[in-house]
């Protein structure tokens, strides 16, 4: 069995989509992901040069990823597969607003406390927030973001990259190939890039 472990922000389109694919990669390649908590508005927080909009968009960040990291500190690193899609599910289909509202229909439809959303207003998580924060972008270069994953053999080495940058997800054997590739480039020694400009909004499923 190969571990997969992905750093996402809960509001993130493209962490959402290689997610999503990362379940798809279960169902075909002997694969486990795991989920763990990062948080683009620390990664963003005193740079200059942002887009206006993008720094409106930052600014209620910090609620969503305090919530899942309470949770993850209450019930365990388990619980935020769940706590994910959850969240994920009403972000990104139902685009419902950042706030409480948005955290207490996820936590209830989980069976989770509902005062776990007060965390989203504290910082009495943050230091743990910021331990796997930067335990996620540290391999791969804090300035990279999410998707970032870290991949483990079965010999224990751990294989770390940002991405894969892709929309729609693929499903199926489609995201199997697509993993193999993406072990395949990301495994060899001093390959560190491969790009090309985005055509394309995230597509969500």
């Known amino acids: 069995m190969t571990t997969a472990d992905m750093w996402f922000d809960p509001r993130c389109p493209w962490a959402w989509n290689a997610s999503r694919w990362l379940l798809e990669v279960e169902r075909v390649r002997d694969v486990r992901a795991r989920f763990h908590v990062m948080s683009l508005a620390v990664l963003n927080e005193g740079r200059e040069g942002l887009e206006e909009w993008y720094r409106e968009w930052l600014k209620p960040g910090m609620g969503p990823v305090r919530v899942c990291v309470a949770a993850e500190q209450k019930y365990g690193a388990e619980v935020l597969r769940d706590l994910y899609t959850a969240l994920g599910d009403r972000i990104h289909h139902g685009r419902a607003p950042i706030g409480r509202e948005l955290y207490v229909a996820a936590l209830t439809e989980l069976g989770l406390p509902v005062e776990l959303a007060d965390a989203a207003d504290s910082t009495d998580h943050d230091e743990a927030l910021l331990a796997s924060h930067h335990a996620g972008l540290e391999p791969v270069g804090e300035d990279l973001g999410?998707?970032?994953?870290?991949?483990?053999?079965?010999?224990?080495?751990?294989?770390?990259?940002?991405?894969?940058?892709?929309?729609?997800?693929?499903?199926?054997?489609?995201?199997?190939?697509?993993?193999?590739?993406?072990?395949?480039?990301s495994g060899t020694d001093g390959f560190f890039e491969l790009k090309r400009a985005r055509t394309r909004r995230p597509i969500e499923h």
Do not use: S
């Not at 991405?163 to 499903?171: I, Y």
């Open 146 to 185: 999410t998707p970032t994953i870290h991949v483990t053999d079965a010999d224990g080495r751990v294989n770390a990259f940002f991405g894969p940058v892709v929309a729609p997800h693929p499903r199926g054997e489609a995201a199997g190939r697509l993993w193999d590739g993406v072990l395949l480039v």
